[in-house]
């Protein structure tokens, strides 16, 4: 067995612009200046709740819980209007294909919600390469993890025998947490520097290289 789980965003596909309209307007609908972009992109890879709670620090649970809703219906409106874009990063396609005919077993654990993971894979043609989908709808944030913990019990894997793939520290410190190997990528929303400090065997510079890392 070989488990290879994927955080989502920054790392498969390039959602920035909407994740950050779609913050925008949930701090706009509670009357609140808009945290800056690169605050927001650092708060990516956490669930909503906790994202907020980084961007608002002075905020409760409630208030937490009521801008996350109005993020997801404002993400969910601009989705429906096809304002939505979520491209896989160059070369990552060809990277799952050659990790699933390599024999590899593949998953993502991501802060996203199981509704929208599934529209962002099915929308990139890539969601039958998965066989465990782990989101923020079913478990605790990152770095706890129980994202990790269920995706190996359900590929039938040992902690030894996964690697976790991701872009920000979150992803690096929860595949620490699960005592996972944990690999970074220096595409996505935190420095390579960061992932290193928090726990990455290594931090790959394109899907090719991570590709070649994982097969040789």
């Known amino acids: 067995m070989k488990l290879a789980v994927f955080d989502c965003d920054g ?13 925008e307007a949930a701090f706009a609908a509670f009357s609140l200046p808009a945290p800056s972009r690169g ?23 409630e208030q937490q819980h009521a801008m996350a809703e109005a993020y997801k219906l404002s993400f969910r409106s601009a989705r429906e209007q096809g304002r939505v874009a979520q491209p896989l990063f160059p070369g990552i396609e060809n990277t799952l294909r050659g990790l699933h005919a390599a024999g590899w077993t593949l998953g993502v654990a991501t802060g996203m919600s199981d509704r929208g ?10 969601a039958d390469l998965f066989i465990t989908l782990q989101t923020a709808d079913r478990h605790p944030s990152k770095p706890h993890p129980a994202m990790l913990e269920q995706a190996l019990f359900e590929a039938g894997a040992q902690p030894a025998e996964a690697v976790m793939i991701g872009d920000t ?18 595409w996505g929303y935190h420095h390579p520097r960061e992932l290193t400090g928090a726990g990455a065997e290594i ?14």
């Open 11 to 23: 790392t498969l596909v390039d959602g920035q612009a909407p994740i950050c309209e779609a913050m």
């Open 39 to 61: 605050a927001i992109r650092r708060a990516v890879g956490l669930s909503l709740p906790q994202a907020i709670r980084q961007l608002l620090p002075a905020s409760g649970a």
């Open 117 to 126: 993971l599934t529209h962002c894979l099915a929308a990139n043609g890539i």
């Open 169 to 186: 520290v979150y992803d690096i410190e929860m595949a620490g947490a699960a005592q996972v190997r944990a690999i970074g990528v220096d």
């Open 203 to 216: 931090v790959v510079e394109s899907p090719e290289l991570l590709l070649a890392h994982l097969i040789a």
